[in-house]
């Protein structure tokens, strides 16, 4: 049980959580940045305080990112839930989706269809597992290609961490409207999209990382932004 909400921490994920963590716990947690979604995130190694070296260097060997709740990710969800518009009555791919925050923000805007899509089998059960914990509905997907061709938009957030996934933006302009949002390229400024907003957030629970990667740079391509 969490003391929060009173809820199981799935079995599965908090398996395979325990399995790179032996001491962790996931807990039922609301977000700084959107309150009205709980997702099942890394606790009680928190303790109000960022994580050890120790700590966070075991979970860069085998990061379980879903588990997190990263920066980027609140500032797109946010921004879809103060612009509804850009989502609703459409069908959103997410990219990279890991806890589902964005995917989640996105049916939560009214978006008619959401389809997260990861290649790591835990993160899909993560996007379901907070999918039923929010009393949202959220599709998974594995194969991009796959689902790409449904989209009638795309968003995708903390996906640059690496850089091979930069050619993945070519590839998303496919897709009539695609939302981006970053926080590890400073100088980013792909072709064909436009830098819309900046804002600050902070990876939860904190991992302690430098300042610079809680500056997130919100980018869109679409022929016609929304009211």
Request: glycine residues 6%; negative net charge; aromatic residues 6%.
């Amino acid at each position: 049980m969490t003391a929060e909400s009173g809820k199981t921490a799935p079995s599965g994920l908090l398996a395979r959580l325990q399995a790179v963590l032996p001491e962790a716990s996931l807990a039922a947690t609301p977000l700084p940045r959107i309150p009205t979604l709980r997702l099942w995130l890394l606790a009680d190694i928190l303790s109000s305080r960022a994580l050890s070296p120790q700590t966070v260097n075991t979970l860069m060997e085998e990061p379980p990112y879903w588990s997190f709740c990263w920066a980027s990710g609140q500032v797109l969800g946010a921004w879809l839930l103060a612009h509804p518009a850009a989502v609703a009555g459409r069908t959103v791919v997410d990219v990279g989706s890991g806890s589902g925050v964005v995917a989640l923000s996105a049916a939560l805007a009214g978006a008619a269809r959401v389809i997260a899509c990861d290649l790591d089998p835990y993160a899909r059960l993560a996007v379901q597992e907070n999918a039923v914990l929010n009393g949202l509905r959220v599709e998974t997907c594995e194969d991009l290609a796959e689902c790409l061709p449904r989209a009638d938009v795309l968003t995708a957030a903390d996906i640059l961490y690496d850089r091979d996934n930069l050619t993945l933006l070519e590839t998303f302009r496919a897709v009539p409207s695609v939302w981006l949002a970053d926080s590890r390229i400073p100088d980013l400024n792909p072709p064909g999209y436009r830098r819309l907003a900046e804002d600050q957030a902070c990876t939860w629970p904190d991992l302690g990382e430098s300042s610079e990667y809680n500056r997130v740079r919100l980018f869109v391509a679409e022929p016609v932004s929304p009211a």
